[in-house]
């Protein structure tokens, strides 16, 4: 066999494989929405205040540190878990308490949840509680959406300007 004819048949080995990767590289196909559905997914991450209040050193308690310890505030290092609401169409669809991070407990709480639902109009309600109070929500939100099939609409939450819906 001469060398053209020898990498005639090399090309159209390789060609083969090649096409037969790419067929096989689609199949077998997979969904992951029913084609009627939507996704909503929560997610963030937020700190919630610290357990304890500052307060503030006296000069004897100053003396004692340190030097380079002195601080004259004094801080609690843990932070209080998040508690988070959301509902769909008035029905409860999430209730959690975000234990927050960190071997310490000061790091942010977190939350990374998706639910599949029906695709239409949806009425969806968020709270969040980041404080000490007992009752109530810091922050709260009510939206009214149109999802449309395979769309995946996310809530973020910012401290500043609250829950963000897109």
Not at 117 to 139: K, M, N, Q, Y
């Amino acid at each position: 066999m001469t060398v053209a004819r020898q990498v005639a048949v090399l090309f159209l080995l390789m060609l083969g494989l090649t096409s037969g990767v790419a067929a096989l590289s689609d199949r077998p196909r997979t969904r992951m929405l029913a084609d009627d559905m939507a996704m909503l997914t929560i997610t963030f991450s937020h700190g919630a205040d610290r357990r304890g209040e500052c307060r503030r050193l006296s000069q004897e308690e100053l003396a004692r540190l340190p030097p380079n310890m002195r601080r004259p505030v004094q801080c609690p290092r843990g932070r209080l878990p998040v508690l988070l609401e959301l509902d769909l169409d008035g029905a409860p669809l999430l209730h959690a308490s975000l234990p927050p991070t960190g071997l310490s407990g000061d790091g942010p709480s977190q939350v990374y949840r998706r639910f599949a639902l029906p695709a239409g109009e949806h009425e969806i309600a968020v709270r969040l509680r980041d404080s000490r109070r007992e009752t109530g929500f810091d922050h709260a939100r009510t939206e009214r959406v149109q999802l449309v099939p395979g769309q995946n609409l996310v809530i973020d939450f910012r401290p500043d300007s609250g829950f963000i819906v897109r």
